[in-house]
């Protein structure tokens, strides 16, 4: 068995490894990755001055908030995320579920594993909190330009943000295969947009570059600390979206991700920051929206278009995104089975997931409506992604010293400064919490009993089954010789691999016939994002035409029963569909005060259950192959 693991282990890095040229993925990563942290010039530096924490637009103040904004890109991205983080991959695939997986995979039977779990599975619901106000942000930001360029059109801000959103997420089912091919050209003339606007406001006031020297930032913390600390929550807005970089990791590689930050994204950024501060001390008035007014009266409609597009953009990646976490929270057990559907041919990773789309058009709406305004969404901004980022900070905590296994002085000096700065940034984000970052809170609070409740469903309806259940030789032996046989192949679905499924003990109580070959099937999700197909069907044959297959997948791979049965060698021959009757157990579960979880959280998980997607449609099997049993199970 440890010999499949190393072989699939390593044939999966080698295949999923990105196969395009270094540029190709450069403009693909411009497109996708930074979309997020690409607009954040667009409210950042707005909220640092006239935010829920108001400064003074004066000279140490703009010098203070840059040089923060400066030095905060360096540590989080550059350092934490670009240099290190992405480091630690599970087989190429970054983010959450792939960084606690790899751990998990490395440190077996640790004592942290438990809180490690935790930790993933609070991160993943801090990821759909920062999913809902991302494109809200985003947008409404971009379109508020308007308003700028022509105050008469400030009525249609809210009007026309909302028609944006919700033509946005009707669209998802369609894919973004043709759509993502100009991605990275869009994204790449925003950028070049915000250096231009830079460079010439950066031209009017050279000094400004000073800014960049760190003597500004602790000034500030010095002249004024308690409105620094403060600020810190408006000048974090500018790192959202660092996450992203070690999240869409498996699509584009470190090399271009890394190589695109530092030679591109981060120069552009930090010139459009540096621009809108020297436009703040020559007019200090154009705080009101820095990023628009750099530009000259006649480009700033056109400027808005630009930023809108960009804004979809980076709204379309967190929602791909949530699409790919949902379906990995799924595969790993912490979801029911939802309908999941693929709008490529050709990328297996581009799907739509109907429920989860929906129900963020009808949060991001209500976000939208409930705020108004992007100056009052950026105060809900930020506790969910600082939140984030601390966990992630605290797993790679558990890889520096256990598993890259560093000189623990230098591991604890790297990790003692990310916990300092992402303290920092998560204490400063907590005063904004009744300004609205109770909003993100609440959702992932949401968010976190659902997947919870589901995983320890899973665990006490599996240990419920277990309690009657036969192991197979037994059955083989006391049952299989006395009951008639007929033609043809049944398979049972099981979810453990040593004993008898219910269904097949129900088949023969109620038909009393088996089949000449009887396969019980089990479906395996290891902690790889991917499987090699390979290595993915384990056949054992038994007596009395009996044969376990246990089927293997990672958790982001496409799961297809009958196409990996059909390339299973085993006696009998090959797997004939038409001749083929797949039998599925289907169990109604009873809330009852039995020792497992509080009653409501039983009721939950029932009703989770109920409203499931059948087994049938997940695996792929053939409507008209498949038998269900059903049965009533207490719990």
């Not at 909190?129 to 508020?144: C, Y």
């Not at 992402?422 to 609205?436: I, Q, R, V, W, Y």
């Not at 056949?539 to 009996?546: P, T």
């Amino acid at each position: 068995m440890n010999n499949i693991n190393v072989t699939a282990n390593a044939a999966s890095e080698a295949k999923h490894a990105p196969n395009e040229s270094l540029p190709a993925l450069m403009l693909g990563a411009i497109g996708v990755v930074f979309g997020d942290i690409g607009t954040s010039p667009l409210y950042a530096m707005k909220e640092s001055f006239i935010g829920p924490h108001p400064l003074a637009v004066d000279a140490p103040h703009v010098y203070g908030v840059l040089s923060l904004i400066f030095w905060s890109l360096m540590l989080v991205v550059t350092v934490k995320y670009v240099a290190i983080t992405m480091r630690a991959h599970n087989k190429g695939e970054g983010g959450s579920f792939a960084l606690l997986a790899m751990i998990s995979r490395t440190v077996e039977g640790g004592k942290w594993t438990a809180s490690l779990v935790i930790m993933g599975v609070l991160a993943t619901a801090l990821f759909y909190g920062d999913a809902i106000i991302t494109p809200a942000i985003s947008v409404l930001s971009a379109v508020e330009g308007l308003a700028v360029a022509e105050a008469r059109l400030a009525p249609l801000i809210l009007p026309i943000s909302i028609g944006i959103l919700v033509g946005l997420f009707l669209i998802q089912s369609r894919g973004t295969a043709k759509v993502g091919a100009i991605f990275g050209p869009i994204v790449l003339i925003y950028f070049a947009t915000l250096a231009t606007l830079g460079v010439v406001n950066i031209v009017a006031h050279p000094n400004i570059l000073a800014a960049l020297n760190p003597y500004w930032a602790l000034n500030f913390f010095f002249i004024d600390p308690t409105k620094a600390f403060l600020a810190l929550g408006s000048v974090f807005l500018a790192v959202t979206g660092a996450e992203t970089l070690y999240a869409d990791m498996g699509h584009f590689g470190r090399k271009a991700i890394g190589i695109s930050w530092l030679t591109l994204v981060y120069p552009c950024l930090m010139l459009n920051y540096l621009g809108q501060g020297a436009l703040l001390l020559v007019e200090p008035e154009a705080v009101r929206n820095p990023f628009y007014l750099m530009a000259p009266e006649w480009a700033r409609l056109p400027l808005v278009g630009i930023a809108t597009l960009a804004t979809i953009i980076a709204s379309q990646a967190v929602i791909s995104g949530a699409f790919s976490v949902t379906r990995q929270a799924i595969q790993l057990g912490f979801l029911p089975r939802l309908s999941v559907l693929h709008t490529s041919a050709k990328a297996v990773g581009q799907i739509y997931i109907p429920i989860v789309n929906w129900t963020l058009l009808l949060l991001v709406v209500v976000v939208v409506l409930g705020f108004g305004e992007s100056t009052r969404l950026a105060s809900a901004y930020g506790i969910s992604v600082t939140g984030t980022m601390f966990i992630t900070t605290c797993m790679m905590a558990v890889v520096l010293f256990r598993v890259w296994k560093w000189h623990p002085v230098l591991a604890g000096g790297v990790i003692g400064l990310f916990f300092v700065v992402d303290a920092a940034f998560f204490a400063s984000n907590l005063t904004k919490f009744l300004d609205g970052g109770w909003f993100p809170l609440l959702v992932a609070t949401v968010v976190f009993v659902v997947l919870t409740t589901w995983a320890a469903g899973r665990r006490i309806m599996r240990e419920r089954l277990a309690e009657g259940a036969l192991p197979l030789e037994v059955f083989i032996k006391s049952t299989a010789n006395s009951l008639h046989r007929i033609r043809g192949t049944s398979v049972f679905m099981a979810s453990s691999a040593e004993t008898i499924p219910s269904a097949l003990l129900h088949n023969i109580k109620h038909n009393q016939v088996l089949h000449e070959r009887v396969v019980i099937l089990t479906v395996q999700i290891e902690e790889v994002p991917h499987y090699p197909r390979e290595n993915r069907s384990e056949v054992a044959h038994h007596a009395e035409g009996f044969n376990r297959i246990i089927l293997r997948y990672g958790f982001m791979d496409d799961i297809d029963v009958p196409r990996d049965l059909a390339a299973t060698s085993m006696a009998g021959g090959p797997f004939n569909m038409m001749t083929t009757s797949f039998f599925l157990g289907r169990q109604k579960l009873i809330a009852t005060k039995r020792p497992g979880m509080a009653l409501w959280r039983e009721r939950l998980f029932a009703w989770m259950n109920k409203n499931s997607e059948s087994a049938m449609e997940f695996f792929k099997i053939p409507t008209n192959r498949v038998v269900e049993l059903g049965s009533q199970l207490e719990i």
